[in-house]
Every structure is written in C-alpha cells, then in structure tokens.
C-alpha cells in the first residue's frame, strides 16, 4: 500500500521537492520495518514507528494549511489535495499495523517463555508419588525417579 501511495506521489507531486522527499523517506522505512520484523529487531520497528508519527504530523500540518485555503476559497481541491488526505490516511494505518504487530509478537514471545518451565520442585514430584504414607529415606525416590512416576501417572 505504502509503495504505491510513494510511488503515485513522485508522480503526482513533480514539483514539490519536500514533499516527495518524505514519500521516499516513508518509503524507506517502510521497507525497513518490513526487514526489522524479518530480522526480529524491536528497537529498529519503533525507530520506523516514530518516523511514521513524523510523518503523520507533517501530513496533517499540510492538510491544515489545505483546509484554511478551502475556508478562505484561496485555493480548490485538486488531485494532489486528495492524495495528501490519502497519504495521511495509509500512514495512519501503517502506524496502527505497526502496533499490532508488535503487540502481537510480544503476546507470542510471551507464550513461548510460558511454555518453556523450570521444572517442579522435588517436593511436589515426591508427594504426587505413591508412597506410604510414613516414608523413610531409603523409600523416598529421587528426583529423576519421581518426574518418572508423575510422566507415568499423566500417561497412564
């Protein structure tokens, strides 16, 4: 979406020299979130996201100065006046996605170091073992024997 909004900008604003320098620095860090999410670097996708917020905040800022001309019936809504409400509009979005994803991701980092436990206590291992009642040393088992028993006892 990002590269085809840049790329009908470059066309569309030939003239306008800060303005398609944002689009290709968007676009820039566009494909470069893309990389930092492949690559797994967080740091680098909220460098992209805080850009994007920049972004966003040059956009609205030129469609303020183009909603005081409509107002002020200095100027007409053209072409380019709607691809820069489109423009503010696909960043917003990209800045939303953005979150979700990360949001997402650290769900799933979250659930895989749920997953991945330290094992239980032998107290806990010793007691779901059966044994007597009155145990003594000699009958208690060990700790790899009583993790044995309790994969028996979920198995069986």
């Not at 968007?26 to 967080?42: D, E, S």
């Not at 909220?46 to 994007?52: A, D, F, L």
């Not at 303020?64 to 917003?92: P, S």
């Not at 997953?115 to 007597?132: D, G, H, N, V």
Request: aromatic share 8%; hydrophobic share 50%.
């Amino acid at each position: 979406m990002n590269i085809a909004l840049c790329s009908s900008l470059l066309i569309i604003y030939d003239n306008n020299q800060p303005l398609l320098i944002i689009a290709l620095i968007n676009l820039a860090f566009t494909i470069l979130a893309g990389i930092a999410f492949a690559v797994h670097i967080p740091q680098l996708v909220t460098i992209c996201v805080i850009y994007k917020i920049l972004c966003a905040t040059y956009l609205s800022f030129l469609i303020c100065k183009l909603i005081d001309g409509l107002v002020m019936e200095q100027c007409y809504v053209t072409l380019e006046n709607i691809w820069l409400i489109v423009a503010l509009i696909c960043t917003t979005i990209e800045i939303s996605l953005f979150r979700l994803l990360m949001n997402f991701k650290v769900d799933v980092e979250n659930e895989e170091e749920e997953r991945i436990q330290s094992p239980p206590k032998y107290s806990t291992c010793a007691l779901t073992s059966p044994l007597p009642i009155i145990a003594t040393n000699s009958q208690l088992p060990t700790y790899n024997e009583a993790l044995k028993m309790i994969e028996e006892q979920k198995d069986g």
